[in-house]
Protein backbone atom coordinates (compact mmCIF):
# COMPACT_ATOMS: atom_id res chain seq x y z
CA UNK A 1 0.00 0.00 0.00
CA UNK A 2 1.37 3.64 -0.80
CA UNK A 3 2.30 5.77 2.38
CA UNK A 4 -0.14 8.45 1.20
CA UNK A 5 -2.90 5.53 1.23
CA UNK A 6 -1.87 4.07 4.79
CA UNK A 7 -2.23 7.90 6.10
CA UNK A 8 -5.66 7.93 4.40
CA UNK A 9 -6.73 4.75 5.57
CA UNK A 10 -5.56 5.84 9.73
CA UNK A 11 -6.98 8.88 9.53
CA UNK A 12 -10.49 7.63 7.49
CA UNK A 13 -10.28 4.45 10.47
CA UNK A 14 -9.87 6.63 13.70
CA UNK A 15 -12.41 9.19 14.81
CA UNK A 16 -9.53 10.57 16.99
CA UNK A 17 -5.92 10.14 15.82
CA UNK A 18 -2.68 11.60 16.98
CA UNK A 19 0.24 11.11 14.76
CA UNK A 20 3.25 11.81 17.17
CA UNK A 21 6.84 10.95 18.17
CA UNK A 22 6.37 8.18 20.61
CA UNK A 23 3.54 6.70 22.38
CA UNK A 24 1.32 7.68 24.63
CA UNK A 25 3.25 5.98 27.73
CA UNK A 26 6.63 6.78 26.04
CA UNK A 27 6.50 10.54 24.22
CA UNK A 28 9.74 11.19 22.91
CA UNK A 29 9.63 14.90 22.67
CA UNK A 30 8.21 17.42 24.72
CA UNK A 31 5.28 18.83 22.10
CA UNK A 32 4.10 14.93 21.63
CA UNK A 33 4.13 14.95 25.46
CA UNK A 34 1.68 17.74 25.78
CA UNK A 35 -0.84 16.73 23.17
CA UNK A 36 -0.83 13.18 24.85
CA UNK A 37 -1.39 14.89 28.26
CA UNK A 38 -4.42 17.14 27.31
CA UNK A 39 -6.16 14.14 24.94
CA UNK A 40 -5.58 11.54 28.36
CA UNK A 41 -7.31 14.63 30.45
CA UNK A 42 -9.89 14.49 28.44
CA UNK A 43 -11.08 11.11 29.19
CA UNK A 44 -11.48 9.57 25.71
CA UNK A 45 -9.85 6.79 23.94
CA UNK A 46 -7.71 7.52 20.94
CA UNK A 47 -5.82 6.08 18.63
CA UNK A 48 -1.71 7.00 17.34
CA UNK A 49 0.81 6.78 15.15
CA UNK A 50 4.60 6.39 16.20
CA UNK A 51 6.10 8.31 13.19
CA UNK A 52 9.53 7.48 14.51
CA UNK A 53 8.63 3.76 13.62
CA UNK A 54 7.18 4.98 10.67
CA UNK A 55 9.02 7.19 8.51
CA UNK A 56 7.87 7.07 5.27
CA UNK A 57 4.49 8.58 7.28
CA UNK A 58 6.99 11.21 8.88
CA UNK A 59 8.11 12.01 5.45
CA UNK A 60 4.56 12.31 3.53
CA UNK A 61 2.52 13.02 6.26
CA UNK A 62 3.36 17.12 6.76
CA UNK A 63 3.10 17.43 2.21
CA UNK A 64 -0.84 15.54 2.68
CA UNK A 65 -1.37 17.36 5.68
CA UNK A 66 0.05 21.15 4.42
CA UNK A 67 1.29 21.36 8.36
CA UNK A 68 5.03 20.61 8.64
CA UNK A 69 5.46 19.83 12.68
CA UNK A 70 4.20 17.23 14.33
CA UNK A 71 2.03 16.13 16.67
CA UNK A 72 -0.71 16.37 14.39
CA UNK A 73 -4.31 15.89 15.85
CA UNK A 74 -7.14 14.52 13.36
CA UNK A 75 -10.87 14.37 14.38
CA UNK A 76 -13.25 12.82 12.12
CA UNK A 77 -10.91 12.97 9.04
CA UNK A 78 -10.21 16.77 9.97
CA UNK A 79 -6.57 17.96 10.86
CA UNK A 80 -7.25 19.81 14.09
CA UNK A 81 -3.80 21.36 14.33
CA UNK A 82 -0.17 20.46 16.47
CA UNK A 83 0.61 20.75 20.04
CA UNK A 84 -0.35 24.75 20.54
CA UNK A 85 -3.58 24.55 19.37
CA UNK A 86 -4.50 21.20 21.07
CA UNK A 87 -3.59 23.10 24.08
CA UNK A 88 -5.27 26.22 23.66
CA UNK A 89 -8.49 24.22 22.87
CA UNK A 90 -8.03 22.19 26.05
CA UNK A 91 -7.48 25.24 28.46
CA UNK A 92 -10.83 26.69 26.26
CA UNK A 93 -12.60 23.62 27.24
CA UNK A 94 -13.31 23.03 23.76
CA UNK A 95 -10.97 19.80 22.91
CA UNK A 96 -12.77 18.07 25.76
CA UNK A 97 -16.54 18.46 24.19
CA UNK A 98 -15.43 18.07 20.47
CA UNK A 99 -13.15 14.48 21.86
CA UNK A 100 -16.31 13.32 24.24
CA UNK A 101 -18.96 14.41 20.53
CA UNK A 102 -16.81 12.32 18.46
CA UNK A 103 -16.32 9.38 20.65
CA UNK A 104 -20.08 8.96 21.69
CA UNK A 105 -21.19 9.19 17.80
CA UNK A 106 -18.51 6.40 17.03
CA UNK A 107 -19.06 4.45 20.24
CA UNK A 108 -20.66 1.81 18.36
CA UNK A 109 -17.01 0.88 16.18
CA UNK A 110 -14.71 -1.50 17.38
CA UNK A 111 -11.74 -0.08 17.94
CA UNK A 112 -8.95 -0.61 15.11
CA UNK A 113 -5.30 -0.30 15.13
CA UNK A 114 -3.65 2.72 13.50
CA UNK A 115 -0.52 1.23 13.06
Known amino acids: METIDRIKQQIGDNPILLYMKGSPKFPACGFSAQA????????????YVDILQNPDIRA???????WPTFPQLWVEGELVGGCDIILEMFRAGELQTMLTETAAKHADEPTKSAE
Open 36 to 47: VQALMQCGERFA
Open 60 to 66: ELPKYAD
